[in-house]
């Protein structure tokens, strides 16, 4: 074709771009307009995915892109559990830990992936707590109730529960109701809801009190008075109740507390256990392990949207087969520094030797889930690693430069083809893949990624699942958009040396049902490297390391039956 129908695509795609910063749910319209112009070069219309004046525009996106970075909206999540000053936790109907803040962990010992204990919790509030627990889960009409708690010491407080969901609504926020009744309170009840001195004593004493006979008795009044009262504060406020009424005086609270305090928190290891040692050029690596305190050593490296939780049985699971599992943080990810001097393969294989040093482990067999497979392999080279065997979960097998990539979903085609053509175009997808998670949070970004096939669709719909998937948000974060370009250079590498080239035992397991793999094209690149196998497990896609994690520990535990 002639230029101009090159400049106009160049047009339709710097539209979309725009578009898609002013509302993330234009998403599929960008994806739809690259699409467009990677189809013109594939059929040679047009020479290069790339333009100048594209590039040129995309420079400035992605300027701006840096500067708003840290304004960008909290995800629904990190709102949750960010806007109050007390403890706060999401978990899955059945009370698996989604996220939390570190008031929740240490007052509450919660943590990331463990069942909640709920010994903070009244046994009076109880029944209205199960009660939501089982409107999550479909059978019950209960979405809000207040809940009284106890600290160690007998003192009572209060907490909310609500249902919470970007798409089904089967999750469930707690927030304890603290307060720090302070003179701005005061000022914002009288100017927001011209409440009166004697009306904001009221409000104050619901908090602390919590019953209108006690608030009476402080009062020095009746009963009766103090209901007519409430009732004026509720007409004022625009609340029903006193459970309305308090969840509005102790929001403002928290945020009268809060002022400007920074909505970000910092990573933190779900297990506890976490440890950080030094490279030999002063970068942090960070690790923990599960299982067997005394047990052999193994490893797993994570992915990016995968993390390296799994349900808490499996962990118990390797436990009892007397398995220590080390899990390291790749360079870029949770508290590992990122390590910009080469590429993210070459630098989580670094990583891996340095911690096999560290632990004097010479001998140990590794998981290598999706995109942590890859480093896993190149290690596997270097001796000092240790590695003796890897299983690796649906982990992307090698690209060549000249493959199109027709069996990808159009968004995953378009974001590999964008990644592999130039630095620039895969910053830019990279930063948007970002923008995504920041404004609109782990659920909406799984559903964009884990969304073209049955099994995972029906995998999202557990709630505890989207809870490991927020744990795996939440170490994917910190280093922003630069995590997320360093896994998409990796799953858009041509790795095939290293995969020949491995002298150990390879095992790959893929969900027969995913989107992104070819049964027909794994076979062909498996069968030039001799150490390789492969198993395709039915009923399952690319979430496979949740619906299928009892295969894959089946799997892991048999590697070292020989041992």
């Not at 109050?84 to 509450?108: C, E, F, M, Y």
């Not at 719909?461 to 360093?486: K, P, Y």
Request: charged share 25%; net charge negative; proline share 3%.
């Amino acid at each position: 074709m002639n230029g101009k129908d090159s400049a106009e695509s160049v047009l339709d795609i710097i539209e979309a771009n725009y578009e898609f910063l002013a509302d993330p749910d234009a998403l599929d319209n960008l994806v739809l307009k690259w699409a467009q112009r990677i189809a013109k070069v594939d059929r040679k219309e047009i020479d290069s995915i790339e333009h100048p004046l594209l590039l040129r525009h995309l420079r400035s996106l992605s300027n701006f892109n840096g500067h708003i970075a840290e304004t960008l909206a909290e995800d629904p999540y990190a709102s949750i559990i960010h806007e109050v000053t007390g403890p706060a936790v999401v978990i899955s109907a059945s009370k698996l830990v989604a996220t939390l803040n570190d008031s929740a962990s240490q007052v509450w010992n919660a943590r990331r992936g463990d069942v909640l204990d709920m010994h903070w919790l009244d046994p009076i509030s109880r029944p209205d707590f199960e009660a939501v627990c089982r409107t999550a889960k479909g059978h019950g009409n209960r979405g809000h109730v207040i809940l009284r708690t106890r600290n160690g010491s007998g003192a009572s407080g209060l907490a909310e529960a609500f249902l919470f969901g970007a798409e089904t609504r089967n999750m469930v926020a707690i927030r304890a109701l603290r307060f720090d009744w302070t003179k701005d309170v005061g000022v914002i009840l009288e100017e927001a809801f011209v409440l009166t001195r004697a009306e904001q004593e009221i409000c104050r004493l619901l908090l602390e009190y919590h019953d209108t006979s006690e608030i009476a008795e402080q009062r020095r009044a009746s009963v009766h008075t103090v209901r007519t009262q409430l009732r004026t504060i509720f007409s004022k406020t625009e609340t029903k109740s006193q459970v309305d009424l308090t969840r509005l005086l102790a929001m403002l609270c928290s945020r009268v507390s809060l002022g400007k305090k920074s909505m970000s928190a910092a990573w933190t290891d779900p297990l506890a256990r976490e440890e950080i040692i030094q490279d030999t050029d002063g970068r942090d690596i960070a690790f923990t392990w599960a299982g067997d305190p005394d047990g052999k050593p193994a490893l797993m490296v994570h992915g990016m949207v995968t993390g390296y939780m799994f349900p808490a049985g499996e962990f118990e699971r390797l436990r009892a087969n007397g398995i220590k599992l080390f899990m390291i943080n790749r360079p870029g990810f949770g508290n590992s520094t990122p390590n910009g001097d080469v590429g993210p393969i070459q630098a989580g294989a670094d990583a891996i030797v340095q911690l096999a040093r560290h632990l004097q482990v010479t001998s140990w067999r590794a998981i290598g889930l999706a995109s942590g497979g890859v480093p896993l392999v190149r290690a596997a080279r270097v001796r000092e690693s240790g590695l003796t065997e890897i299983l690796n979960i649906q982990t992307h097998l090698p690209f060549a430069q000249d493959d199109q990539l027709d069996h990808f979903p159009t968004a995953s085609k378009v974001t590999l083809r964008l990644a592999r053509s130039s630095a620039e175009l895969a910053t830019t997808s990279a930063q948007n893949l970002y923008q995504l998670v920041k404004l609109k949070g782990a659920e909406y970004l799984a559903h964009v990624i884990y969304n073209d096939c049955e099994a995972d669709r029906a995998a999202l719909e557990n709630s505890e699942c989207r809870a490991f998937l927020q744990t795996a948000q939440a170490m994917l974060i910190n280093f922003g958009s630069d995590a997320i370009g360093s896994d998409l250079e990796i799953i858009a590498s041509d790795w095939a040396d290293d995969l020949t080239g491995c002298p150990i035992p390879l095992h790959f397991l893929y969900g027969a049902q995913s989107t992104t793999h070819s049964t027909d094209r794994t076979a062909k690149l498996l069968a030039a490297s001799p150490q390789a196998t492969n198993e395709m497990l039915d009923d399952a896609g690319k979430l496979i390391f949740f619906s299928h994690s009892h295969e894959i520990i089946d799997r892991f535990v048999a590697l070292g039956a020989d041992d």
